[in-house]
């Protein structure tokens, strides 16, 4: 079985990409640098050592090794400057590597593992870190593991050390790890950044190191090699799982061998011709290949004396097994251009020699002038390959590489050419989506592919987007949509109209959907999302087999328009585009949190709300179209003004803003028509939304009558009013009726959702009639967000894929790749995600004036800046986003609370994790500074961390309390958070609350709290409840059956809270501990002020509940549901309804100072 090579990346001396590494191997362009004494002292080589007669200035060196994008992996400055450079560099190599496989760890199905090595690590730079933080960032046990987490590996990650054979030892690794299923992808390489100070060494004759800083391999002047920097890394996968999944082969792994000199030589340090010639052989075994087929070796080629006659020597021992031929084998060796690059050496000829098997051409071996006359080369296989030329033309492409390690380790690869494979090159526009850490770094990216792809014409833009759509997705986004590469490359360019990507990235926030109404259809509307959308398609048959109507017209081309002019297939294509639209919104994950549907289109509202299902619905809309056509004729016109007197017997249908659509008898209209009004007459044959809907309205009802409804916990907003609707008028028949019978309030309508706050709009229909009524409300703001999915042009393809860039660039994370015309394409290597270049060890440079500020600030300054390693520091700063992780926070907190003897904690900082947060939470009084806060109680689990989105949304401070110590008993707890309550604020009133175990927690905290004469204005209970007074709740049987449930999740790490629980010992043995004290809790009547948010409960379940609730508090509980289940209410996109309707139910915030 063999392993394709379907990714690679490399930093070598004198090039930053593989396409510079191949560039200057075509044009035998050596990487080593030589300078003076003098400027070897100025860039840091000692001067006592530098002015030494055997000094040799001279060094391979990576121009960037100091540099790292601290930032792009989630690092502070602080942090990022206590990491080994070897590992910096590397990680940066490894990400690139997975960019150009065109792979996101994050949505790759199976296990990705990890194979490399580093050399030696210098001297740490003294930074004050703890020993603890040295270690992780300086020693090598971390260099794959440390890749792995950042990058989201989940398959072996290993630290390989064979010295100069590290990275091809690492590659033989990773193809046995792929050929033994231990993960599906494997990625291999090594890297090696020399000390501060190294610019250069001192030679000794008959060692290992060149006399005049060049690197000779075969020739007759070799003195030894040249130390130098690099980091290569190889992406490998199953040959045939590339095959089936597209991927961009450049040459394929054969076999691999590894083996160990033992003590079959002079010295340790000494090379073995048996040792060597033992392992050639068995990974040309391995392979299943003769010898003779070879056309190339990729040496190790160290340029000694001897260390070369000895290669060759096991070279021919093995070659002769199979042919007395000579000369015809080419030997080439990199470090003839590089140097030396330690732990990266073997993968710097790996990467050669796949390049030059891949392109069909061989590249010279530099400094070859005469042979070494100890190789007797003319009575081997093989000739030096001195000169760049075309491949040797004897059949498949097939070459190996060797790399031996002081010590013994040798390893050796055999590589073969890819197999021939059709390249599909699909025609058509495609998505070509990029992503980027930041703003700069994405203007960047868009510059190198534009070049890229005006350059080499080799690629077809199937690929382009194929492999684009692969990658991972960063925060800053941006989507062009082109035909073809030629097209692509000037849209990048930004000549033509490709978008400015935003300085910050770009959210929906909250969601609205728009469902239009009649007359909007169109032929073949639904054509291009039919084809391209799965979710879509499913949904939309779904509908069209419910009904007795042939809704094909909708999604193919070619049908009459008298089709269209018909009402039924006008309302039931609507209705089915509509919900088929929102279906796979849906599967992206694009959930809206209230709907506007027009006419029509509030019943494909209704139906995505949940009020009925999908067939019944469609059915439903058939029986009202079909009513409505069997009406009496009528015409229908707009006009622009609402003002104008209307005769009897005509009605407003619809009234929008700026413009009213009036409905009514033939006769009547056209006598008004005749009047010479200002008005445009529609292509309807109905007076819908008008009394002539009456016999229509009546003969719907019963059919509303007979159909299941259920209470939606989505907003709708009612067509009849403008307003929300009331989720249990929305069960009536009358509802509907009178819908039909009266005018659509557009204008109403847009003003209540834009009321509200609602800052993205998507409109499920062809055009963007709805889109557009939001445009001419006057409180319409030019920085929302309108997506029409099917779009207003003639080009509906480029239209829909606009409206899914559009989306992804605001953050959704849908699958781009699912959105192709074919899936055939393949991979191809592309510019992967630039990196800043920065010096996390150099002196942060202030970006802006400190702050100047007061103790504890100002000591809480030196703290911040010290722990990030940032220069300055302001208010908005953001822990998070300077780089900051969890183990910082704690440390970081510690010596806050040594310095100002406050304990801040964990939650409340991270629910805003800026600098002006912190010296608030540290040292001022919140409770006069930001009004009457809210008290939220610690879940089963004893953390408040759920609580942190729904504390951001809060229009008052919130304070999220664990308990300091375990507690069997509810009392206990309790006791706890009322001694910190009454610390943080001494006086009365109290808003109290919680999640689940918490609000039940919350309860005993209001009784005690009012058992000392406090006032409690608010009970907040967020799904969670008392079940009943005077006895324990254990004997409840739906609590105790829930105990158990979830007390066997939490132990055998199934369901929600197993999920939660199964990886951290201490918080399963605390929820266990908190469930048996809420089965023992005896709570007691609260005199109090009580709501409830209720997630998953239809309307029957609520009235219920609120008749449960009467019997045990005083006051009438009011009860709100809320979109979500138990466990998703406080996330996005939840959470944010559940802030809306908890700041219109808490009592005002008594702010200081207030009367």
């Not at 609370?897 to 629910?911: C, K, S």
Request: charged share 20%; net charge negative.
């Amino acid at each position: 079985m063999a392993v394709a090579v379907v990714g690679m990346a490399c930093r070598y001396p004198k090039a930053v990409d593989v396409r510079q590494y191949w560039a200057n191997l075509r044009a035998g362009v050596e990487g080593i640098s030589r300078f003076t004494r003098d400027d070897a002292i100025a860039r840091g080589a000692r001067p006592d050592v530098a002015r030494r007669p055997e000094f040799v200035p001279a060094k391979g060196f990576l121009t960037d090794s100091g540099t790292f994008d601290w930032a792009f992996f989630g690092y502070s400055r602080a942090e990022a400057a206590g990491i080994d450079p070897q590992q910096r560099v590397f990680l940066e190599c490894a990400s690139a590597a997975v960019d150009d496989a065109g792979i996101d760890p994050t949505r790759f199905p199976g296990w990705i593992g990890l194979y490399a090595g580093a050399d030696v690590v210098g001297a740490a730079p003294d930074l004050g870190a703890s020993e603890l933080a040295q270690v992780i960032g300086r020693e090598k046990d971390f260099l794959a593991t440390r890749v792995a987490y950042k990058l989201g590996f989940r398959g072996p990650a290993v630290t390989v050390q064979t010295a100069c054979s590290t990275s091809l030892t690492a590659t033989h690794m990773a193809v046995r790890s792929l050929l033994g299923n231990e993960c599906d992808v494997a990625l291999a390489g090594g890297v090696t950044v020399t000390a501060a100070g190294e610019w250069g060494y001192l030679y000794e004759a008959g060692g290992i190191l060149s006399p005049d800083g060049h690197c000779r391999p075969f020739d007759e002047h070799a003195g030894g090699t040249v130390p130098s920097e690099g980091v290569g890394v190889v992406v490998l996968k199953r040959l045939e799982d590339a095959l089936r999944d597209g991927d961009r082969i450049a040459a394929v792994i054969l076999g691999s061998a590894l083996n160990n000199d033992g003590s079959d030589k002079m010295g340790y340090t000494a090379p073995s011709i048996t040792g060597q010639s033992e392992v050639i052989g068995y990974a040309q075994q391995i392979a299943g290949i003769d010898p003779a087929d070879i056309d190339y070796v990729e040496a190790h080629g160290t340029a000694t004396r001897m260390g070369d006659p000895v290669e060759v020597s096991a070279l021919t021992d093995v070659f002769r097994t199979s042919t007395d031929a000579t000369g015809w084998c080419l030997l080439g060796a990199v470090k003839s251009n590089l140097g030396h690059t330690g732990a990266a050496a073997g993968v710097a000829g790996l990467i050669k020699t796949v390049l030059m098997v891949e392109h069909r051409e061989v590249v010279p071996t530099l400094h070859y002038n005469a042979p070494n006359p100890l190789l007797d080369i003319e009575s081997t296989p093989f000739r030096v390959c001195a000169e760049a030329g075309p491949w040797p033309s004897r059949g498949v492409r097939l070459a190996a590489v060797s790399s031996f390690g002081v010590g013994g380790t040798n390893a050796h690869v055999i590589v073969e050419a890819a197999p021939q494979r059709d390249r599909p090159r699909g025609s058509g526009k495609r998505l070509i989506p990029l992503s980027a850490a930041s703003a700069d770094a994405l203007s960047r990216l868009r510059g190198d592919l534009a070049e890229q792809l005006s350059t080499d014409p080799s690629h077809a833009l199937s690929e382009v987007s194929r492999t684009l759509t692969g990658r991972r997705t960063h925060r800053h986004r941006q989507v062009i949509v082109a035909d073809d590469v030629a097209q692509a490359a000037i849209l990048l360019r930004g000549t033509a109209s490709a978008t400015v990507p935003a300085a910050a990235p770009r959210t929906l926030g909250e969601v609205a959907f728009l469902l239009p109404g009649q007359g909007t259809l169109r032929d073949a509307a639904g054509a291009v999302p039919y084809r391209l959308l799965p979710v879509f398609k499913k949904a939309f048959d779904e509908i069209a087999d419910a009904v007795t109507i042939d809704l094909s017209p909708v999604v193919t081309a070619g049908t009459a328009p008298e089709w269209f002019a018909n009402t039924v297939h006008q309302q039931l294509g609507l209705f089915a585009l509509g919900y088929a639209l929102g279906r796979q919104l849906g599967e992206w994950g694009v959930q809206a949190s209230a709907m506007f549907g027009n006419s029509v289109g509030e019943y494909a509202a209704a139906a995505l709300a949940g009020v009925w299902a999908p067939g019944a619905a469609a059915n439903l809309v058939y029986e009202r179209a079909t009513a409505m056509w069997d009406t009496e004729p009528g015409l229908m016109a707009t006009i622009d003004s609402a003002d104008v007197p209307l005769p009897p017997g005509i009605s407003v249908a619809v009234a929008g803003p700026g413009r009213t659509v009036l409905s009514g008898p033939v006769t009547a209209m056209e006598e008004l028509l005749a009047t010479g009004i200002d008005a445009r007459r529609l292509a309807t044959l109905r007076a819908f939304h008008s009394p002539l809907m009456r016999p229509a309205a009546e003969a719907v009802a019963a059919a509303l009558a007979a159909t299941p409804a259920h209470t939606t916990r989505i907003r709708l907003v009612a067509n009849e009013s403008g307003d929300w609707a009331d989720p249990e008028a929305m069960l009536s028949p009358g509802y509907w009726t009178g819908q039909m019978l009266r005018t659509v309030r557009l204008a109403d309508g847009a003003g209540t959702l834009l009321a509200a706050g609602y800052e993205s709009f998507i409109e499920l229909g062809p055009g963007a009639s709805m889109i557009s009524t939001l445009r001419r409300h006057p409180a319409w703001s030019p920085e929302n967000t309108v997506v029409p999915l099917l779009g207003t042009t003639d080009d509906p393809e480029r239209d829909l894929l606009r409206a899914v860039g559009v989306l992804w660039e605001h953050g959704v994370d849908l699958a781009l790749a699912d959105v192709a015309t074919d899936t055939e394409s393949l991979r191809c290597s592309l510019p992967s995600h630039p990196f800043a270049a920065t010096d996390p060890v150099a002196a942060p440079v202030a970006a802006r004036p400190a702050v100047t500020v007061a103790r504890p600030q100002g000591t809480l300054a030196d703290l911040w800046c010290r722990t990030l390693g940032v220069a300055t520091v302001s208010e908005s700063d953001n822990f998070f986003a300077l780089g900051g992780e969890s183990l910082m926070i704690v440390s970081l907190l510690r010596q806050v609370r040594d310095l100002t003897g406050r304990d801040v904690p964990v939650i409340e900082f991270t629910a805003d994790a800026t600098f002006g947060a912190l010296t608030r939470l540290a040292g001022t009084d919140q409770v006069a500074a930001a009004g009457q806060p809210l008290f939220l109680i610690a879940d089963a689990m004893g953390t408040a961390l759920g609580y942190r989105e729904l504390a951001r949304l809060a229009d008052r401070p919130v304070h999220c309390l664990e308990p300091a110590r375990p507690a069997d008993r509810i009392e206990s707890l309790a006791a706890q958070h009322v001694e910190r309550i009454l610390e943080t604020q001494p006086d009365g009133p109290y808003t109290l609350g919680g999640w689940s175990f918490g609000a039940i927690v919350a309860h005993e905290v209001a009784a005690q709290l009012l058992r000392r004469g406090a006032r409690v204005d608010m009970l907040v209970c967020l799904d969670g409840y008392v079940p009943a007074t005077g006895r324990p709740i254990g004997l409840d049987p739906r609590y105790l059956t829930s105990s158990v449930r979830l007390r066997t999740g939490a132990r055998f790490g199934f369901g929600p809270i197993g999920r939660r629980v199964r990886r951290t010992p201490d918080v399963r043995r605390q929820f266990v501990v908190n469930m048996d004290a809420l089965l023992r809790y005896r709570p007691e009547p609260v005199d109090c002020p009580v709501v409830l948010f209720k997630a998953g409960a239809d309307t029957r379940a609520l009235a219920a509940l609120r008749t449960r609730l009467t019997r045990i508090y005083r006051d009438p509980v009011r009860i709100h549901p809320v979109p979500g289940d138990h466990w998703s209410m406080l996330t996005s996109p939840h959470v944010h309804s559940l802030a809306t309707r908890l700041r219109g139910s808490l009592p005002a915030p008594v702010h200081s100072g207030d009367s």
